[in-house]
């Protein structure tokens, strides 16, 4: 895993949507829900949780998509499809941009998985956690106060 090196500038798939990041991660994690598999196509989604302060959406107008009767809303390019952030609603401190958007995704590394209950059986994630579902609310604190201690030295914002 290499250093972070802020800011982290993005895109999607074609490029009409473009993002940038300039505070550190407070939390990174893999998703193995099968809502996640199905909205990335994939065993799992992978999620950097930053300060909303800290995002932005540089160019471009993201659509609301990925909708299952909940309040989350999942940000995505309207021309290509890609899955780009999601916002929790009543969670307005923090926002969830999938790592792959970035130019640079080799300091990424999930220190978290959750619904484990749900994943596929040769799925691996090399995370430092493991949850069957989410972690209670009481437990993400102490989460990022230890996300942030194993990736300080591994983080150089600049």
């Given at each position: 895993?290499?250093?972070?090196?802020?800011?982290?500038?993005?895109?999607?798939?074609?490029?009409?949507?473009?993002?940038?990041?300039?505070?550190?991660?407070?939390?990174?994690?893999?998703?193995?829900?099968?809502?996640?598999?199905?909205?990335?196509?994939?065993?799992?989604?992978?999620?950097?949780?930053?300060?909303?302060?800290?995002?932005?959406?540089?160019?471009?107008?993201?659509?609301?998509?990925?909708?299952?009767?909940?309040?989350?809303?999942?940000?995505?390019?309207?021309?290509?499809?890609?899955?780009?952030?999601?916002?929790?609603?009543?969670?307005?401190?923090?926002?969830?941009?999938?790592?792959?958007?970035?130019?640079?995704?080799?300091?990424?590394?999930?220190?978290?998985?959750?619904?484990?209950?749900?994943?596929?059986?040769?799925?691996?994630?090399?995370?430092?956690?493991?949850?069957?579902?989410?972690?209670?609310?009481?437990?993400?604190?102490?989460?990022?106060?230890e996300y942030d201690a194993w990736s300080r030295s591994r983080f150089t914002p600049r």
């Open positions: 895993m290499r250093e972070l090196q802020l800011p982290l500038a993005g895109v999607c798939r074609c490029g009409q949507i473009a993002i940038r990041v300039t505070r550190l991660p407070l939390l990174t994690s893999a998703c193995h829900c099968a809502g996640c598999q199905k909205m990335s196509s994939s065993a799992y989604s992978l999620t950097s949780t930053f300060p909303v302060e800290g995002f932005e959406v540089l160019e471009g107008e993201p659509v609301i998509g990925g909708l299952h009767g909940t309040d989350v809303h999942h940000y995505f390019c309207g021309h290509c499809m890609s899955w780009m952030f999601t916002r929790p609603a009543g969670m307005d401190w923090f926002v969830n941009v999938r790592p792959t958007m970035f130019a640079d995704t080799g300091w990424f590394r999930p220190f978290i998985e959750t619904y484990t209950s749900q994943m596929l059986p040769f799925a691996q994630t090399g995370a430092m956690k493991s949850y069957e579902r989410f972690p209670e609310m009481t437990e993400y604190e102490g989460l990022m106060k």
